[in-house]
Protein backbone atom coordinates (compact mmCIF):
# COMPACT_ATOMS: atom_id res chain seq x y z
CA UNK A 1 0.00 0.00 0.00
CA UNK A 2 1.45 3.54 -0.68
CA UNK A 3 2.11 6.23 1.99
CA UNK A 4 -0.46 8.46 3.40
CA UNK A 5 0.45 12.22 2.31
CA UNK A 6 -0.63 15.05 3.89
CA UNK A 7 -0.19 18.39 1.43
CA UNK A 8 0.51 20.78 3.92
CA UNK A 9 0.05 24.61 4.31
CA UNK A 10 2.15 27.25 5.26
CA UNK A 11 1.62 31.10 7.22
CA UNK A 12 4.45 33.02 7.13
CA UNK A 13 6.85 29.67 6.49
CA UNK A 14 4.91 28.12 10.11
CA UNK A 15 2.32 25.28 9.73
CA UNK A 16 -1.20 26.02 9.72
CA UNK A 17 -2.94 24.44 12.63
CA UNK A 18 -5.37 22.69 10.01
CA UNK A 19 -1.92 21.03 8.59
CA UNK A 20 -0.99 19.87 12.12
CA UNK A 21 -3.98 18.13 12.66
CA UNK A 22 -3.37 16.87 9.01
CA UNK A 23 -0.12 15.36 10.21
CA UNK A 24 -1.08 13.78 13.27
CA UNK A 25 -3.69 11.77 11.15
CA UNK A 26 -1.77 10.50 8.39
CA UNK A 27 0.48 8.95 10.95
CA UNK A 28 -2.31 7.25 12.83
CA UNK A 29 -3.54 6.53 9.66
CA UNK A 30 -0.93 5.24 8.35
CA UNK A 31 -0.24 2.79 11.54
CA UNK A 32 -3.27 1.31 11.11
CA UNK A 33 -2.97 0.31 8.02
CA UNK A 34 0.72 -0.55 7.81
CA UNK A 35 1.83 2.11 5.69
CA UNK A 36 4.05 5.53 5.86
CA UNK A 37 3.31 8.58 6.65
CA UNK A 38 4.17 11.79 4.19
CA UNK A 39 4.17 15.18 3.52
CA UNK A 40 4.24 17.63 1.24
CA UNK A 41 4.87 20.81 1.65
CA UNK A 42 5.72 24.64 -0.74
CA UNK A 43 8.31 27.40 -0.06
CA UNK A 44 11.99 27.74 0.12
CA UNK A 45 12.33 28.84 4.22
CA UNK A 46 10.51 26.25 5.89
CA UNK A 47 12.58 23.82 6.95
CA UNK A 48 12.34 24.86 10.45
CA UNK A 49 8.87 24.11 10.07
CA UNK A 50 8.59 20.86 8.57
CA UNK A 51 12.77 19.31 9.50
CA UNK A 52 10.33 17.65 12.92
CA UNK A 53 7.36 16.65 11.90
CA UNK A 54 6.34 13.06 12.98
CA UNK A 55 6.26 11.77 9.11
CA UNK A 56 8.34 9.20 6.97
CA UNK A 57 9.38 11.70 4.55
CA UNK A 58 8.47 15.40 3.36
CA UNK A 59 8.60 16.57 0.24
CA UNK A 60 9.32 20.23 -0.40
CA UNK A 61 8.40 21.83 -3.23
CA UNK A 62 10.10 24.93 -4.08
CA UNK A 63 11.55 27.88 -6.38
CA UNK A 64 9.99 31.08 -7.37
CA UNK A 65 7.18 29.62 -9.06
CA UNK A 66 5.58 28.66 -5.39
CA UNK A 67 6.24 32.09 -4.00
CA UNK A 68 2.56 32.88 -3.74
CA UNK A 69 0.27 30.20 -4.06
CA UNK A 70 -1.19 29.98 -7.46
CA UNK A 71 -3.51 26.87 -8.29
CA UNK A 72 -1.69 25.97 -11.44
CA UNK A 73 1.88 26.08 -10.11
CA UNK A 74 0.81 24.29 -7.52
CA UNK A 75 -1.25 21.47 -8.78
CA UNK A 76 0.84 20.30 -11.75
CA UNK A 77 3.65 19.75 -8.91
CA UNK A 78 1.35 18.10 -6.62
CA UNK A 79 1.04 15.49 -9.41
CA UNK A 80 3.78 14.99 -10.26
CA UNK A 81 4.77 14.01 -6.48
CA UNK A 82 1.75 11.73 -6.97
CA UNK A 83 2.38 10.42 -9.58
CA UNK A 84 5.87 9.31 -8.16
CA UNK A 85 4.69 8.67 -4.42
CA UNK A 86 1.19 6.49 -5.02
CA UNK A 87 -0.01 7.60 -2.00
CA UNK A 88 -3.13 5.21 -0.73
CA UNK A 89 -4.49 8.22 0.57
CA UNK A 90 -4.52 12.21 0.13
CA UNK A 91 -5.40 14.49 2.99
CA UNK A 92 -5.67 18.52 2.55
CA UNK A 93 -7.13 21.08 4.80
CA UNK A 94 -10.75 22.22 3.39
CA UNK A 95 -8.96 25.93 3.54
CA UNK A 96 -9.41 27.64 0.22
CA UNK A 97 -6.50 26.00 -1.28
CA UNK A 98 -7.50 22.76 -0.16
CA UNK A 99 -10.72 23.36 -2.24
CA UNK A 100 -8.72 24.47 -5.59
CA UNK A 101 -6.16 22.09 -5.28
CA UNK A 102 -8.60 18.68 -3.98
CA UNK A 103 -11.19 19.08 -6.64
CA UNK A 104 -8.97 19.80 -9.54
CA UNK A 105 -6.25 17.59 -8.71
CA UNK A 106 -8.85 14.89 -8.48
CA UNK A 107 -10.41 15.68 -11.47
CA UNK A 108 -7.07 15.10 -13.27
CA UNK A 109 -5.80 12.14 -11.92
CA UNK A 110 -8.95 10.11 -12.06
CA UNK A 111 -9.23 9.44 -8.15
CA UNK A 112 -12.08 9.77 -5.85
CA UNK A 113 -12.69 12.62 -4.02
CA UNK A 114 -14.36 13.57 -0.65
CA UNK A 115 -14.80 16.62 0.95
CA UNK A 116 -15.81 18.12 4.25
CA UNK A 117 -14.34 15.13 6.33
CA UNK A 118 -14.77 15.48 10.13
CA UNK A 119 -13.30 11.88 11.00
CA UNK A 120 -11.33 9.46 9.27
CA UNK A 121 -10.42 6.09 10.85
CA UNK A 122 -9.60 2.38 9.87
CA UNK A 123 -12.57 0.01 10.94
CA UNK A 124 -12.63 -3.43 12.27
CA UNK A 125 -12.70 -5.17 8.89
CA UNK A 126 -9.70 -2.83 7.77
CA UNK A 127 -11.46 -0.38 5.75
CA UNK A 128 -10.91 2.80 5.30
CA UNK A 129 -14.40 5.01 6.22
CA UNK A 130 -14.62 8.57 6.95
CA UNK A 131 -17.47 10.94 8.14
CA UNK A 132 -18.55 13.96 6.11
CA UNK A 133 -20.40 16.94 7.15
CA UNK A 134 -22.72 17.57 4.57
CA UNK A 135 -26.11 19.66 4.18
CA UNK A 136 -24.89 22.87 6.55
CA UNK A 137 -24.25 19.76 9.06
CA UNK A 138 -27.51 18.88 9.40
CA UNK A 139 -26.62 15.36 7.98
CA UNK A 140 -23.11 13.41 8.23
CA UNK A 141 -22.46 10.74 5.79
CA UNK A 142 -20.42 7.63 6.29
CA UNK A 143 -18.25 6.88 3.32
CA UNK A 144 -16.07 3.77 2.06
CA UNK A 145 -12.67 5.04 0.82
CA UNK A 146 -10.42 2.89 -1.51
CA UNK A 147 -7.20 3.55 -0.67
CA UNK A 148 -5.93 3.85 -4.26
CA UNK A 149 -4.88 7.56 -3.87
CA UNK A 150 -8.74 9.08 -2.34
CA UNK A 151 -8.48 12.83 -1.99
CA UNK A 152 -9.71 14.01 1.39
CA UNK A 153 -10.25 17.64 2.09
CA UNK A 154 -10.72 17.78 6.43
CA UNK A 155 -12.43 20.21 7.98
CA UNK A 156 -10.16 22.20 10.28
CA UNK A 157 -10.60 21.56 13.95
CA UNK A 158 -12.33 18.07 13.53
CA UNK A 159 -9.55 16.72 15.34
CA UNK A 160 -6.58 17.63 17.53
CA UNK A 161 -2.73 17.82 16.78
CA UNK A 162 -0.34 15.68 18.56
CA UNK A 163 2.56 17.36 18.40
CA UNK A 164 4.83 14.36 18.28
CA UNK A 165 8.03 15.11 16.29
CA UNK A 166 10.20 12.93 14.10
CA UNK A 167 13.17 12.97 11.78
CA UNK A 168 11.51 13.14 8.51
CA UNK A 169 13.62 12.40 5.03
CA UNK A 170 13.86 15.10 3.11
CA UNK A 171 13.44 15.36 -0.53
CA UNK A 172 13.52 18.80 -2.33
CA UNK A 173 12.21 19.73 -5.88
CA UNK A 174 11.50 22.65 -7.67
CA UNK A 175 7.74 23.63 -9.07
CA UNK A 176 7.83 24.62 -12.52
CA UNK A 177 6.36 27.88 -13.82
CA UNK A 178 2.71 27.21 -15.43
CA UNK A 179 1.00 30.43 -16.84
CA UNK A 180 -2.49 30.93 -16.05
CA UNK A 181 -2.91 32.17 -12.45
CA UNK A 182 -0.97 35.02 -11.84
CA UNK A 183 -1.19 36.09 -8.35
CA UNK A 184 -1.05 40.05 -8.82
CA UNK A 185 -0.57 40.95 -4.74
CA UNK A 186 -1.39 39.60 -1.16
CA UNK A 187 -3.09 41.59 1.01
CA UNK A 188 -4.12 41.37 4.98
CA UNK A 189 -7.97 42.21 5.69
CA UNK A 190 -8.11 46.64 5.52
CA UNK A 191 -6.32 48.29 8.22
CA UNK A 192 -9.53 50.70 8.32
CA UNK A 193 -11.46 48.26 10.67
CA UNK A 194 -12.52 49.91 13.50
CA UNK A 195 -12.47 46.70 15.88
CA UNK A 196 -10.30 43.67 16.83
CA UNK A 197 -13.02 40.92 16.96
CA UNK A 198 -9.94 39.06 17.95
CA UNK A 199 -9.54 40.96 20.92
CA UNK A 200 -13.01 41.41 22.45
CA UNK A 201 -14.12 39.38 25.48
CA UNK A 202 -17.75 39.80 24.40
CA UNK A 203 -18.86 39.81 21.30
CA UNK A 204 -22.41 40.47 20.28
CA UNK A 205 -22.80 38.23 16.99
CA UNK A 206 -25.15 38.63 14.43
CA UNK A 207 -26.36 36.49 12.12
CA UNK A 208 -29.03 36.37 9.01
CA UNK A 209 -31.41 37.01 11.60
CA UNK A 210 -30.84 40.37 11.79
CA UNK A 211 -32.69 40.94 9.01
CA UNK A 212 -32.40 44.74 7.90
CA UNK A 213 -29.20 46.89 8.14
CA UNK A 214 -31.36 49.24 10.68
CA UNK A 215 -31.57 46.71 13.15
CA UNK A 216 -28.00 46.63 13.53
CA UNK A 217 -28.71 49.94 15.93
CA UNK A 218 -30.02 47.50 18.11
CA UNK A 219 -27.08 45.19 17.99
CA UNK A 220 -24.47 47.96 18.60
CA UNK A 221 -26.27 49.51 21.36
CA UNK A 222 -26.35 45.90 23.35
CA UNK A 223 -22.66 46.04 22.92
CA UNK A 224 -22.23 49.33 24.14
CA UNK A 225 -24.29 48.10 27.13
CA UNK A 226 -22.28 45.16 27.83
CA UNK A 227 -19.11 45.97 27.26
CA UNK A 228 -18.38 43.87 24.14
CA UNK A 229 -17.94 44.61 19.93
CA UNK A 230 -19.90 43.85 17.34
CA UNK A 231 -19.17 40.75 15.33
CA UNK A 232 -21.25 38.61 12.78
CA UNK A 233 -21.39 35.80 10.67
CA UNK A 234 -20.95 35.63 6.63
CA UNK A 235 -24.33 36.48 5.28
CA UNK A 236 -24.15 39.66 6.90
CA UNK A 237 -20.83 40.60 5.34
CA UNK A 238 -22.06 39.32 1.40
CA UNK A 239 -24.93 41.56 2.19
CA UNK A 240 -22.65 44.71 2.73
CA UNK A 241 -24.06 45.37 6.08
CA UNK A 242 -21.02 45.15 7.78
CA UNK A 243 -17.31 44.88 6.76
CA UNK A 244 -15.58 42.27 6.64
CA UNK A 245 -13.23 42.75 9.76
CA UNK A 246 -16.70 41.84 11.48
CA UNK A 247 -17.07 38.33 10.24
CA UNK A 248 -16.10 34.99 12.13
CA UNK A 249 -15.86 31.70 10.81
CA UNK A 250 -13.63 29.88 8.07
CA UNK A 251 -12.87 32.58 5.17
CA UNK A 252 -13.23 35.27 8.64
CA UNK A 253 -11.56 35.30 11.69
CA UNK A 254 -11.63 32.50 14.74
CA UNK A 255 -12.30 34.18 17.71
CA UNK A 256 -12.27 32.86 21.38
CA UNK A 257 -14.28 35.20 23.36
CA UNK A 258 -14.89 34.93 27.72
CA UNK A 259 -18.77 35.53 25.98
CA UNK A 260 -19.67 34.73 22.47
CA UNK A 261 -23.95 35.91 21.79
CA UNK A 262 -24.88 34.81 18.65
CA UNK A 263 -28.04 36.54 17.71
CA UNK A 264 -30.01 35.03 14.50
CA UNK A 265 -26.98 33.06 13.23
CA UNK A 266 -28.10 29.02 12.30
CA UNK A 267 -24.56 27.81 12.78
CA UNK A 268 -23.67 26.54 9.13
CA UNK A 269 -20.07 24.31 9.79
CA UNK A 270 -18.07 27.59 8.31
CA UNK A 271 -19.27 29.74 11.01
CA UNK A 272 -18.75 27.17 14.00
CA UNK A 273 -15.46 26.89 12.70
CA UNK A 274 -14.71 29.96 13.66
CA UNK A 275 -16.66 30.65 17.15
CA UNK A 276 -17.11 26.57 18.67
CA UNK A 277 -14.24 27.18 21.29
CA UNK A 278 -15.74 30.46 22.68
CA UNK A 279 -15.74 30.18 26.88
CA UNK A 280 -19.33 30.77 26.94
CA UNK A 281 -21.77 30.43 24.33
CA UNK A 282 -25.45 31.86 24.35
CA UNK A 283 -27.21 31.32 21.50
CA UNK A 284 -30.71 32.94 20.21
CA UNK A 285 -32.43 32.04 17.10
CA UNK A 286 -36.05 31.77 16.09
CA UNK A 287 -35.10 27.85 14.78
CA UNK A 288 -34.89 25.48 17.97
CA UNK A 289 -33.29 23.09 15.81
CA UNK A 290 -30.56 25.09 14.56
CA UNK A 291 -26.70 23.76 14.91
CA UNK A 292 -25.70 26.72 17.17
CA UNK A 293 -27.41 25.00 19.49
CA UNK A 294 -25.14 21.73 19.04
CA UNK A 295 -22.71 24.22 20.22
CA UNK A 296 -23.99 26.70 22.43
CA UNK A 297 -24.01 26.48 26.26
CA UNK A 298 -27.43 28.12 26.91
CA UNK A 299 -30.11 29.13 24.43
CA UNK A 300 -33.38 30.24 23.74
CA UNK A 301 -35.68 30.91 20.89
CA UNK A 302 -37.42 34.06 21.17
CA UNK A 303 -37.06 37.00 18.03
CA UNK A 304 -33.71 39.01 18.53
CA UNK A 305 -35.46 41.83 17.44
CA UNK A 306 -36.97 42.31 20.43
CA UNK A 307 -34.52 40.60 23.03
CA UNK A 308 -31.57 42.91 22.48
CA UNK A 309 -33.48 46.20 23.21
CA UNK A 310 -34.94 44.06 26.42
CA UNK A 311 -31.52 43.12 27.13
CA UNK A 312 -29.59 46.55 26.27
CA UNK A 313 -32.31 48.12 28.67
CA UNK A 314 -31.34 45.71 31.58
CA UNK A 315 -27.58 46.31 31.22
CA UNK A 316 -28.33 50.22 30.92
CA UNK A 317 -30.06 50.49 34.30
CA UNK A 318 -27.50 48.33 35.84
CA UNK A 319 -25.02 50.87 35.47
CA UNK A 320 -26.94 53.65 37.00
CA UNK B 1 -16.56 37.76 -22.71
CA UNK B 2 -19.04 34.41 -23.26
CA UNK B 3 -19.71 33.84 -19.60
CA UNK B 4 -21.27 30.29 -18.38
CA UNK B 5 -23.19 30.12 -15.22
CA UNK B 6 -23.25 26.87 -14.07
CA UNK B 7 -26.11 26.30 -11.25
CA UNK B 8 -28.04 23.38 -10.04
CA UNK B 9 -30.59 22.85 -7.30
CA UNK B 10 -30.32 21.44 -3.41
CA UNK B 11 -32.62 20.31 -1.40
CA UNK B 12 -34.03 23.37 1.00
CA UNK B 13 -32.77 23.00 4.27
CA UNK B 14 -35.62 24.82 5.35
CA UNK B 15 -37.24 21.95 5.88
CA UNK B 16 -37.05 18.44 7.56
CA UNK B 17 -34.58 16.18 5.34
CA UNK B 18 -35.95 12.72 5.01
CA UNK B 19 -34.52 9.64 4.73
CA UNK B 20 -34.71 6.39 3.60
CA UNK B 21 -34.74 3.23 5.34
CA UNK B 22 -31.37 2.96 3.47
CA UNK B 23 -30.17 5.75 4.64
CA UNK B 24 -30.86 7.41 1.67
CA UNK B 25 -32.28 11.04 1.31
CA UNK B 26 -35.70 10.68 0.25
CA UNK B 27 -35.65 13.04 -2.58
CA UNK B 28 -38.99 12.49 -4.16
CA UNK B 29 -40.68 13.98 -0.78
CA UNK B 30 -38.44 17.33 -0.90
CA UNK B 31 -38.35 20.51 -2.27
CA UNK B 32 -35.50 21.68 -3.82
CA UNK B 33 -34.46 25.30 -4.19
CA UNK B 34 -31.53 26.99 -6.10
CA UNK B 35 -27.97 26.88 -4.27
CA UNK B 36 -27.20 29.85 -2.28
CA UNK B 37 -23.55 29.89 -3.48
CA UNK B 38 -24.70 29.83 -7.49
CA UNK B 39 -27.53 32.40 -6.85
CA UNK B 40 -24.37 34.54 -5.86
CA UNK B 41 -22.52 33.11 -9.20
CA UNK B 42 -25.58 34.38 -11.39
CA UNK B 43 -25.85 37.78 -9.90
CA UNK B 44 -22.20 38.42 -10.46
CA UNK B 45 -22.02 37.02 -13.91
CA UNK B 46 -24.86 39.88 -14.62
CA UNK B 47 -22.97 42.28 -13.15
CA UNK B 48 -19.90 41.41 -15.76
CA UNK B 49 -22.54 41.48 -18.55
CA UNK B 50 -24.19 45.10 -17.48
CA UNK B 51 -20.18 46.54 -17.71
CA UNK B 52 -19.33 45.33 -20.87
CA UNK B 53 -21.80 45.50 -23.86
CA UNK B 54 -20.22 42.61 -25.71
CA UNK B 55 -20.80 40.11 -23.22
CA UNK B 56 -22.88 37.39 -22.39
CA UNK B 57 -24.44 34.92 -19.90
CA UNK B 58 -25.42 31.59 -20.56
CA UNK B 59 -27.48 29.84 -17.54
CA UNK B 60 -26.33 26.17 -17.75
CA UNK B 61 -28.21 23.16 -15.47
CA UNK B 62 -28.35 19.73 -15.97
CA UNK B 63 -31.71 18.04 -16.04
CA UNK B 64 -31.83 16.09 -13.07
CA UNK B 65 -35.68 17.14 -12.37
CA UNK B 66 -37.57 20.03 -12.54
CA UNK B 67 -35.06 22.77 -13.35
CA UNK B 68 -37.01 24.85 -15.79
CA UNK B 69 -38.15 27.32 -13.42
CA UNK B 70 -34.26 27.57 -12.38
CA UNK B 71 -33.56 28.37 -15.34
CA UNK B 72 -36.22 30.94 -16.27
CA UNK B 73 -35.23 32.94 -13.33
CA UNK B 74 -31.83 33.35 -14.42
CA UNK B 75 -33.66 34.37 -17.97
CA UNK B 76 -35.61 36.84 -16.06
CA UNK B 77 -32.77 38.37 -14.36
CA UNK B 78 -31.16 39.30 -17.13
CA UNK B 79 -29.27 35.98 -19.16
CA UNK B 80 -29.12 35.60 -22.64
CA UNK B 81 -29.14 31.74 -22.93
CA UNK B 82 -31.09 29.34 -21.02
CA UNK B 83 -28.99 25.71 -21.10
CA UNK B 84 -30.59 22.35 -20.19
CA UNK B 85 -28.08 19.50 -20.44
CA UNK B 86 -30.91 16.55 -20.80
CA UNK B 87 -30.21 12.93 -20.83
CA UNK B 88 -30.67 9.66 -18.24
CA UNK B 89 -29.70 12.22 -14.80
CA UNK B 90 -31.19 11.91 -11.85
CA UNK B 91 -31.01 14.14 -8.19
CA UNK B 92 -29.12 11.78 -6.80
CA UNK B 93 -26.39 12.59 -9.24
CA UNK B 94 -22.92 13.00 -8.17
CA UNK B 95 -20.77 15.97 -8.41
CA UNK B 96 -18.11 13.98 -10.49
CA UNK B 97 -20.95 12.83 -12.71
CA UNK B 98 -22.23 16.06 -13.15
CA UNK B 99 -18.40 17.60 -13.58
CA UNK B 100 -17.96 15.50 -16.65
CA UNK B 101 -21.35 16.67 -18.49
CA UNK B 102 -20.47 20.13 -17.40
CA UNK B 103 -16.79 19.96 -18.72
CA UNK B 104 -17.60 18.34 -22.22
CA UNK B 105 -20.33 21.15 -22.39
CA UNK B 106 -18.67 24.09 -21.23
CA UNK B 107 -15.45 22.83 -24.05
CA UNK B 108 -17.71 22.58 -26.96
CA UNK B 109 -19.51 25.66 -26.44
CA UNK B 110 -15.45 27.55 -25.89
CA UNK B 111 -16.66 29.70 -23.08
CA UNK B 112 -14.28 32.32 -21.97
CA UNK B 113 -15.15 32.54 -18.16
CA UNK B 114 -17.38 29.68 -16.27
CA UNK B 115 -19.08 30.90 -12.67
CA UNK B 116 -20.01 28.45 -10.50
CA UNK B 117 -20.77 28.82 -6.65
CA UNK B 118 -17.80 28.17 -4.62
CA UNK B 119 -19.80 25.12 -2.98
CA UNK B 120 -22.75 24.09 -2.38
CA UNK B 121 -24.52 21.85 0.54
CA UNK B 122 -24.74 18.45 -1.15
CA UNK B 123 -20.93 18.48 -3.03
CA UNK B 124 -19.46 15.22 -1.00
CA UNK B 125 -17.30 14.61 -3.91
CA UNK B 126 -16.03 17.76 -4.50
CA UNK B 127 -16.70 21.47 -5.75
CA UNK B 128 -17.91 21.90 -8.85
CA UNK B 129 -15.25 24.65 -9.88
CA UNK B 130 -12.01 22.84 -9.30
CA UNK B 131 -13.64 19.81 -10.78
CA UNK B 132 -14.76 21.20 -13.97
CA UNK B 133 -11.47 23.17 -14.26
CA UNK B 134 -9.19 19.96 -13.46
CA UNK B 135 -11.25 17.94 -16.66
CA UNK B 136 -11.19 21.31 -18.98
CA UNK B 137 -7.40 22.33 -17.62
CA UNK B 138 -8.79 25.55 -17.54
CA UNK B 139 -7.23 27.99 -14.91
CA UNK B 140 -9.12 28.51 -12.01
CA UNK B 141 -9.70 29.58 -8.30
CA UNK B 142 -12.38 28.91 -5.74
CA UNK B 143 -13.81 31.19 -2.56
CA UNK B 144 -13.20 34.41 -4.95
CA UNK B 145 -15.22 37.88 -5.29
CA UNK B 146 -15.14 40.76 -6.73
CA UNK B 147 -14.78 39.26 -10.75
CA UNK B 148 -13.55 42.13 -13.08
CA UNK B 149 -13.11 41.48 -17.06
CA UNK B 150 -9.72 42.32 -19.06
CA UNK B 151 -9.31 41.50 -22.83
CA UNK B 152 -8.03 38.11 -22.51
CA UNK B 153 -8.32 37.84 -18.39
CA UNK B 154 -10.47 38.16 -15.73
CA UNK B 155 -9.01 39.25 -12.15
CA UNK B 156 -10.91 38.39 -9.20
CA UNK B 157 -9.98 38.52 -5.40
CA UNK B 158 -9.36 34.83 -3.39
CA UNK B 159 -9.92 34.65 0.57
CA UNK B 160 -8.44 32.54 2.58
CA UNK B 161 -8.70 32.04 6.27
CA UNK B 162 -8.10 35.28 8.72
CA UNK B 163 -8.64 37.56 6.91
CA UNK B 164 -6.08 37.44 3.84
CA UNK B 165 -6.65 37.33 0.07
CA UNK B 166 -5.17 37.89 -3.12
CA UNK B 167 -5.65 39.66 -6.25
CA UNK B 168 -5.18 37.03 -8.72
CA UNK B 169 -5.43 37.76 -12.37
CA UNK B 170 -6.74 34.22 -14.05
CA UNK B 171 -5.84 33.80 -18.48
CA UNK B 172 -9.05 32.79 -19.79
CA UNK B 173 -10.66 29.96 -20.43
CA UNK B 174 -11.33 30.42 -16.36
CA UNK B 175 -13.08 28.75 -14.06
CA UNK B 176 -14.09 30.60 -10.76
CA UNK B 177 -16.46 29.29 -7.73
CA UNK B 178 -17.48 32.64 -6.34
CA UNK B 179 -18.07 32.99 -2.53
CA UNK B 180 -20.17 36.41 -2.81
CA UNK B 181 -21.34 38.48 -5.18
CA UNK B 182 -20.92 42.68 -5.34
CA UNK B 183 -24.10 43.02 -4.86
CA UNK B 184 -26.84 41.11 -2.80
CA UNK B 185 -28.71 38.73 -5.65
CA UNK B 186 -31.39 40.24 -7.75
CA UNK B 187 -34.97 39.41 -6.72
CA UNK B 188 -37.47 39.16 -10.11
CA UNK B 189 -41.12 38.35 -9.26
CA UNK B 190 -42.73 35.14 -10.05
CA UNK B 191 -45.29 37.34 -12.61
CA UNK B 192 -42.34 38.26 -14.20
CA UNK B 193 -40.33 34.82 -14.20
CA UNK B 194 -44.02 33.47 -15.76
CA UNK B 195 -43.80 36.22 -18.38
CA UNK B 196 -40.39 34.54 -19.65
CA UNK B 197 -42.42 31.02 -19.83
CA UNK B 198 -44.07 32.24 -21.92
CA UNK B 199 -41.84 34.30 -23.79
CA UNK B 200 -38.78 32.89 -24.01
CA UNK B 201 -37.79 29.08 -24.70
CA UNK B 202 -34.80 26.77 -22.86
CA UNK B 203 -32.20 25.80 -25.27
CA UNK B 204 -32.39 21.75 -25.11
CA UNK B 205 -29.13 20.00 -25.20
CA UNK B 206 -27.97 16.61 -25.11
CA UNK B 207 -25.56 16.28 -22.26
CA UNK B 208 -22.60 13.87 -22.99
CA UNK B 209 -21.52 12.00 -20.12
CA UNK B 210 -18.61 9.76 -19.65
CA UNK B 211 -17.46 7.21 -16.65
CA UNK B 212 -16.45 9.08 -13.05
CA UNK B 213 -15.26 7.70 -9.75
CA UNK B 214 -18.08 6.90 -7.48
CA UNK B 215 -17.67 7.04 -3.57
CA UNK B 216 -19.74 4.44 -1.59
CA UNK B 217 -21.72 6.06 0.81
CA UNK B 218 -22.75 3.57 3.39
CA UNK B 219 -25.24 5.83 5.18
CA UNK B 220 -26.31 9.45 5.60
CA UNK B 221 -27.75 10.18 8.94
CA UNK B 222 -28.42 13.14 11.65
CA UNK B 223 -25.16 14.32 13.79
CA UNK B 224 -25.71 13.05 17.29
CA UNK B 225 -24.33 16.60 18.80
CA UNK B 226 -22.15 15.48 21.71
CA UNK B 227 -23.85 18.54 23.56
CA UNK B 228 -26.50 20.52 23.46
CA UNK B 229 -27.30 23.93 24.87
CA UNK B 230 -29.56 24.27 28.19
CA UNK B 231 -32.90 25.66 26.53
CA UNK B 232 -34.20 28.68 28.10
CA UNK B 233 -37.58 28.97 25.98
CA UNK B 234 -38.83 31.60 23.76
CA UNK B 235 -40.25 34.25 25.86
CA UNK B 236 -38.43 37.25 25.58
CA UNK B 237 -38.37 38.76 29.71
CA UNK B 238 -37.33 35.31 30.53
CA UNK B 239 -34.39 34.87 28.36
CA UNK B 240 -33.24 38.65 28.88
CA UNK B 241 -33.15 37.63 32.42
CA UNK B 242 -31.44 34.72 32.32
CA UNK B 243 -29.06 35.91 30.68
CA UNK B 244 -28.22 38.87 32.57
CA UNK B 245 -28.42 36.62 35.39
CA UNK B 246 -25.74 34.45 33.78
CA UNK B 247 -23.51 36.77 33.06
CA UNK B 248 -23.75 38.09 36.59
CA UNK B 249 -22.59 34.59 37.97
CA UNK B 250 -19.48 33.94 35.11
CA UNK B 251 -18.44 37.94 36.65
CA UNK B 252 -18.66 39.40 32.99
CA UNK B 253 -20.35 42.48 34.19
CA UNK B 254 -18.88 45.63 33.79
CA UNK B 255 -18.84 46.98 37.56
Known sequence: MGPVLAVLEMNANQLTDASQELVTKAKSLADELGTTAMA?????????????????????????????????????????????????????????????????????????????????????????????????????????????????????????????????????????????????????????ADVDITRAEILVSVGRG???????????????????????????????????????????????????????????????????????????????????FDVAHFGGTADILDLMPALTERLQGRGQ | MKIAVLIKDVPDLVEELELTEEGRLAVDDMSFVPSEWDDQALEEALILKEGDAGSTVTAVAIDTGDVDNMLFTALAKGADRGVKLVGDFNREMSNRARAEVLAHYCHTEGFDLILTGVQAIDDLDGQIAGLVAGRLGAAHASVVRDVALGSTSVTCIQEYSGGKMAELRLTVPAVLGIQA?????????????????????????????????????????????????????????????????LLEEKKLLRS
Open chain 2, 181 to 245: AQKTPRYVTVSKVRQMQKSASLEEIEGESSEAPALEIRRLYPPVASSHAEMWGDDVEELADRIVN
Open chain 1, 40 to 192: VAFGDEIGDAIRTLDVGKVVVIGGPAVTSYASLVYEEALEKVLAELAPALVLLANSTMGMDLGAALAARTGKPMLAYATALAVDDSKQLVATSQVYGGKLLAEVQLPTEGTIVTVIPGSWPASGTSGTPQLEDITAEMVPGVEVVRVMEEDSG
Open chain 1, 210 to 292: IQDPENLELAEELAQAIGGAVSCSRPVVDAGWLSRSHQVGKSGKTVKPKLYLALGISGAPEHLQGMKDAELIVAVNSDGKAPI
